[in-house]
Each structure stands twice: as structure tokens, then as C-alpha cells.
């Protein structure tokens, strides 16, 4: 926390959304029950008159949405894909959020373009568009390259985007700070950890240099997946504000009318977008992690084509070995497998029941096998899944936060392609082929050959590795006592009476 201003940050959060009609849409979202229905009510209703206008054209929801900024656009831009957790109504509203925000005008974009590239921008592009997408963090315009006549998509942050990411991210880690406080069960989740992955990935966001360079990796990686394409970077034309890739055609995937007359099968893409995800994610380690309709298109021939690169995942080859088994283990109803890998992998603590924790599993599992999508509640399995994580003693994986949130996106999109979409039986072929790459005997010769490798590169130094450990395994250092300042004893006296005091004023201001 930085200073009072966040307090007064989430507080107008409340006011905003009582005065924009939003909190009764929200609430009713998600099922909330009727004491924390009356909680937040009482607390946003007396603040009302501080709450943000926003754009009365809107819907309440995504009124008050636009009207916070940028950090709470990106959550309603994941609700968007989730029906099943906000209804078929809210999530048709939050698709505004996509990419349909009001643009800033084009000739802001044009002078920054020249500062940060140092040329006009007549001298540059032959063509530039007025805005054709414009998002939570910057808008894109067609252009045509004065050089090669080649058409182009051009990026540019909005003015003043990281001031105002910074505030919401602060007014966030003090409501992190507050829910750890009054709600201890909530600390295995580790609300402040997942602020600070979330702000560790929205300020990568925010430098679109990073954002180029990961697109031409992922370019790379993907270069030989049939039915997939990314845009590469021009790299002379790209910098810290802006950034340029080619163009590439395509229906919106949210535009589901549109994909209908174009005569493109939509349970193939559902498929497609899926198993491409998982291919990323297991195959390669790194995967786009924003994966909503706004963010993918599809081409005259069928072709997934996917943009903005700000936000990517990336996990390690373990990691990807624990995920594959974990979800093969739910595919082939496997519980006490996927019990065991959890412990394997110390996601739960090992004084737990490994037996009642495989039963828990079976009870989430089983319910979704033999049922398609539309009769799964999402919402009622994640309540589930949390009750079980809670019982024993699982925490939040800070480093699979991107890999979770993008699995909820990604089936929220398959979903609103086909609604009768079997997710299970989708990722099987992927899972399966990758299990058997990976966890078989091939698998255990190639990381035989890794270890020979790296053993060999430091070959040279193991007997002095050696000699050293063993020398300072017979003979433990001793360090000398730290002397203590005569004075040191008063103050640690004063300092407990200052965090008493301090502890004292915070509980009567809470």
C-alpha cells in the first residue's frame, strides 16, 4: 500500500458500481449469498454519489467496468468467456471489452509513433488507418509500409496507460492485504503473491519491445502446427509505445454470425483452438496466455490466426511432465494417480491422506465424464474444487496462475463455439501424444543424455567441487558472536510498542 488514495481507489470501486446499476447485475452473476449480498450493499450504497458516471450507453456492467480503468477491463474481458459462471446475458455485454473501447484520436498515435520511431509517419507508411481495434492497453491501425507496399497492423499504447495501471495494481495489493487479514483461510491462496504475478505480467505488457520479441519465439515455435498463424514483428518499425506485425486477415471469434456465413465449421474450431493451446503449453513450454475472442480470428480457410503477444506463459519441463499426468490421470479416471502426482510434486502437504484426497478427486471428476458442456456448471465445480483444496491444505502455485486462468479462457471460447463441446475428449489425442514423448523409455534417455551433458561441461571442475564440500563437511565454520550495541535491547521494546500501537489504530479504522 502507497498511500491513503488506494482506500478512497476501492471504495470508489463500490460507489461505481452501485451508481452505474452494475452491483445487483454482479451479484446476481455470481449467485452470491445473501449476507455478503447485504455486506455489499451496506458498503457501496452510503458512497454511491463517488461513484464513476461512466458512459451511459453501456450496459450497467461494462459501464462501470470502462469506467475503473484498465485492470478491471482485463477481468471482465476473462468474464467474457465464461457463461456459464455469469450467464449467456453479462458475458454477450463484457465482449465489449474485447475489442470495441473508445479509441484515443489518431493523431495522438501518429506523434508518438514519430517520437518513438524518429521519422514521420508519411515517411514510413504510404497508408494509415484510422483505429480499427482498440483494447484496455492500446489501439491498432492498418497500415501499408512506404518500403514494400506491404500491409501491416500497427500498435500503439494508450497515453498514460502505466500511471494508471499502477493505481488500480496498488488499490489491489491493499484489498489483498485486507482479505488476508480478516479472512485467514484465504492466506493458502496467497492473494498477495497473485497481485504480484499479475502485476509482473501486466507491466511486461506495457513494454510492446518484449511483446515483439514474443511474438517472433512464438512464431518460431509454431511455425509447423497446420491450422495455426501468427503475425511476425517488423522489428525497424517496433519500440517501447509501438509496435508493428504483418496483417493477417480474419472473422473475430466472437463475431459467431459472421463465422456461420462464411460457411467455417465452428466445432472444428472450437477443437482447433484448444488443442493448440495445449500443444503450446505442453509441447513448448510457452504458450499465449490471453487467449479470449477479441485476441484470435479466424481465416477464409479455416486457420486460427492469433494476436497480441503481451501476455505469454511459460513453464518448465516438470512442470509440464506433472500438468500432462494430472490431466491424463482425470482423462483415463485415474484418481489415485493424480493423488499421487500432487504429492509427488508437493502441491499437498505430506501429512495429508493420500487415499482422501484421490476419493475428493473422484468426486470432481466423475461428475463431467458422459455429460457435454452445456450441462456442466463450471461455477459449481469450481466451488467444489475449492472446498477440496481447502481441506487439504493446498496452496496457491504462483507459477501456474497464467496456465489456470488461460485454461477458463480457452474453454470459455471453445464453449461459446460449440456448445456441446467434450473438453475431455478434445485434449486426450494431445495429452496422450505428449505422455508418450515424454514419460516413456525415450523420454528417460533423453534426460540420461542432458545429465551426461551437463556433467561433462563442468568435467573439468568436479574433483575440486568435490574436495571443497568434503573439506568443509569436516570442518563446520564457526562464527564469532555478533556484537550487540548496549542500546539494542530499548530499542526492540520500542519498536514492539509502536507495531502494538500501530496494530491497535489499524483494527478501530477497520
Not at 463484457?94 to 508518438?112: G, R, V
Request: aromatic residues 8%; without cysteine.
Amino acid at each position: 500500500m502507497k498511500g491513503p488514495h488506494n482506500i478512497i481507489r476501492l471504495i470508489r470501486t463500490g460507489a461505481t458500481l452501485e451508481r452505474t446499476g452494475a452491483m445487483d447485475v454482479v451479484l446476481e452473476a455470481f449467485r452470491a449469498p445473501p449476507h455478503l449480498r447485504l455486506a455489499a450493499r451496506m458498503l457501496g450504497w452510503p458512497f454511491k454519489w463517488l461513484g464513476l458516471k461512466g458512459d451511459p450507453a453501456l450496459p450497467p456492467a461494462t459501464r462501470a467496468l470502462t469506467a475503473l480503468g484498465p485492470a478491471y477491463i482485463k477481468f471482465g474481458q476473462v468474464l467474457s468467456t465464461r457463461p456459464d459462471i455469469v450467464g449467456d446475458d453479462l458475458a454477450d455485454q463484457l465482449k465489449y471489452l474485447q475489442d470495441k473501447l473508445p479509441p484515443f484520436p489518431t493523431e495522438i498515435a501518429k506523434s508518438m509513433i514519430e517520437a518513438e520511431l524518429e521519422l514521420p509517419v508519411a515517411t514510413l507508411f504510404s497508408d494509415f488507418s484510422e483505429p480499427v481495434a482498440a483494447a484496455s492497453i492500446a489501439q491498432v491501425h492498418r497500415a501499408r509500409m512506404a518500403d514494400t507496399g506491404e500491409d501491416v497492423a500497427v500498435k500503439v499504447l494508450r497515453p498514460g496507460i502505466e500511471r494508471a495501471f499502477r493505481k488500480d495494481i496498488d488499490a489491489f495489493y491493499l484489498a489483498a492485504r485486507w482479505i488476508e487479514r480478516l479472512a485467514p483461510f484465504s492466506r493458502r491462496l496467497r492473494p498477495v503473491d497473485v497481485i504480484a504475478h499479475f502485476e509482473g505480467v501486466v507491466m511486461g505488457e506495457l513494454d510492446l519491445r518484449l511483446e515483439s520479441s514474443a511474438a517472433a519465439e512464438f512464431a518460431a515455435n509454431t511455425e509447423k502446427d497446420e491450422g495455426f498463424q501468427v503475425p511476425k514483428p517488423v522489428w525497424f518499425l517496433s519500440s517501447r509505445n509501438v509496435m508493428t506485425l504483418g496483417w493477417a486477415e480474419g472473422i473475430g471469434l466472437n463475431d459467431i454470425a459472421l463465422i456461420d456465413a462464411a460457411g467455417i465449421d465452428r466445432k472444428v474450431v472450437a477443437a482447433r483452438v484448444l488443442q493448440l493451446f495445449l500443444n503450446h503449453a505442453l509441447r513448448d513450454g510457452f504458450f499465449h496466455a490471453d487467449m479470449h475472442q477479441g485476441n484470435l480470428k479466424v481465416a477464409a480457410n479455416g486457420d486460427i490466426i492469433a494476436y497480441d503477444f503481451g501476455i505469454m506463459g511459460r513453464i518448465d519441463e516438470y512442470t509440464r511432465r506433472v500438468y500432462a499426468e494430472i490431466l491424463m490421470g482425470f482423462i483415463r479416471k485415474d484418481y489415485r494417480r493424480v493423488a499421487e502426482v500432487h504429492f509427488e510434486a508437493g502441491y499437498v502437504p505430506a501429512d495429508r491422506d493420500i487415499d482422501e484426497f484421490a476419493r475428493a478427486l473422484r468426486a470432481v471428476g466423475e461428475p463431467i465424464f458422459g455429460m457435454d458442456a452445456s450441462r456442466i456448471s463450471m461455477a459449481r465445480l469450481l466451488a467444489y474444487l475449492f472446498e477440496v483444496t481447502e481441506r487439504f491444505g493446498m496452496e496457491t502455485r504462483t507459477e501456474l496462475i497464467l496456465l489456470q486462468r488461460t485454461m477458463v479462457v480457452v474453454e470459455g471460447v471453445a464453449r461459446s463455439l460449440d456448445p456441446h463441446i467434450n473438453i475431455w475428449q478434445v485434449a486426450r489425442p494431445v495429452v496422450e501424444r505428449y505422455i508418450r514423448e515424454n514419460l516413456g523409455p525415450k523420454a528417460v534417455l533423453r534426460d540420461l543424455l542432458k545429465t551426461t551433458r551437463v556433467l561433462a561441461r563442468f568435467g573439468p571442475r568436479l574433483p575440486a567441487l568435490v574436495e571443497a564440500q568434503l573439506i568443509r563437511t569436516g570442518n563446520p565454520a564457526t562464527l564469532p558472536p555478533r556484537p550487540q550495541h548496549p542500546l539494542a535491547p530499548l530499542l526492540w521494546i520500542a519498536l514492539a510498542v509502536a507495531a502494538f500501537a500501530t496494530g491497535m489504530l489499524v483494527d478501530r479504522l477497520l
